[in-house]
């Protein structure tokens, strides 16, 4: 059975940062791909970033390409999300996954609980 436990989400003011993790069992981290999501009050959930299995290839909604930047450590089966220059519009539950393919992670059964993450202005 895939698990995944994502960590690091909090407050903070605009400006500042925040480093999420996701840790996952159950599955052989060097054949998936991992990734974010996120849902914010009141809207659907987005794709914020994802990775390939191999950390070779990474991947960025527009409105987060620059400021965070997603690694992987296979050896521990971890995903991490740094995010820097949080802005308000950040403020979301994030959602880690996992799955076969790094562009299609939006169709994987497998996701974490999420983490919230508030962002003040």
């Known amino acids: 059975q895939v698990h995944l436990v994502e960590s690091g989400g909090g407050s903070v003011q605009a400006g500042g940062s925040l480093r999420l993790s996701c840790t996952g069992s159950?599955?052989?981290?060097?054949?998936?791909?991992m990734g974010w999501f996120r849902r914010a009050p009141g809207k659907a959930r987005e794709f914020v970033s994802a990775?390939?299995?191999?950390?070779?290839?990474?991947y960025y909604s527009d409105s987060v390409k620059g400021r965070f930047t997603i690694s992987r450590d296979s050896t521990n089966n971890t995903v991490y999300l740094q995010m820097n220059s949080l802005r308000p519009e950040d403020t979301a539950v994030y959602y880690c996954?996992?799955?076969?393919?790094?562009?299609?992670?939006?169709?994987?059964?497998?996701w974490g609980q999420g983490t919230q993450v508030i962002v003040s202005s």
């Open positions: 996954a996992a799955g076969p393919w790094p562009t299609r992670l939006d169709r994987t059964d497998y």
């Open positions: 159950g599955l052989a981290a060097s054949t998936y791909a």
């Open positions: 990775i390939s299995w191999s950390g070779g290839g990474t």
